[in-house]
């Protein structure tokens, strides 16, 4: 019988895997199982370096469908996203994202379908690794900002964690509109505005309560 897993991870230790799962639910995944990483980080791990991860390699069969909230959460380097989707498409697993709904499936024979889909896949990995280079400099900016202004009042607390502010601006540079953004993530619309006006500001907010 055909299963159909969803693969979680977040990096650090405060953020939660819940809301991946929920989103999954909510986009109309039936998911049979849940493997997820906990505290692991997608840049300097490859997937099969993981706890669970690993397991993937091992639990998934022809026929199953491996479903990811976006392609990051496999990694965030490159070559070992598109090693990853392909050894899983050679494997006879489709593998499909939340945010997108994009499928990856290896079954198809036509040259043209491949060399899109490959390109796809090329994008997307490359994309996730930009991303990750990019929310690493947010982070060093926002360090900085709170280290010079840390004897400041810290302001109000905020609402989000770092994992949902990855999610909001993964959808934003995806196209997502703040009205459905708020809702995959629980979010106010009001603070995922916030986010796309200054999102450095909402990592020095972060930063500033040791989030």
Not at 151 to 156: A, D, H, I, T, V
Not at 173 to 200: C, F, H, W, Y
């Amino acid at each position: 019988m055909c299963k159909t897993i969803l693969y979680a991870r977040v990096s650090t230790a405060d953020q939660t895997l819940d809301h991946q799962k929920t989103q999954a639910v909510a986009a109309g995944f039936e998911i049979d199982e849940v493997v997820s990483d906990h505290g692991v980080s997608g840049v300097s791990t490859t997937l099969q370096e993981r706890p669970e991860g690993k397991r993937l390699y091992d639990k998934l069969r022809h026929g199953d469908t491996l479903v990811v909230r976006w392609v990051d959460r496999l990694g965030r380097n490159y070559q070992d996203v598109t090693d990853t989707i392909r050894h899983f498409m050679r494997q006879g697993v489709v593998v499909r994202t939340v945010i997108n709904n994009l499928t990856f499936d290896g079954s198809t024979a036509d040259p043209m379908q491949e060399a899109v889909r490959d390109a796809l896949i090329a994008f997307m990995a490359a994309t996730a690794q930009a991303q990750a280079e990019a929310t690493k400099e947010a982070q060093r900016a926002g360090i900085e900002i709170a280290r010079k202004d840390g004897s400041k009042y810290r302001g109000k607390k905020p609402s989000y964690d770092r994992d949902k502010l990855h999610v909001v601006l993964e959808m934003l540079d995806n196209g997502s509109g703040a009205t459905e953004i708020a809702k995959v993530t629980q979010l106010t619309r009001q603070t995922v505005l916030r986010i796309r006006k200054s999102p450095s500001a909402a990592e020095v907010a972060l930063t500033r309560w040791g989030m």
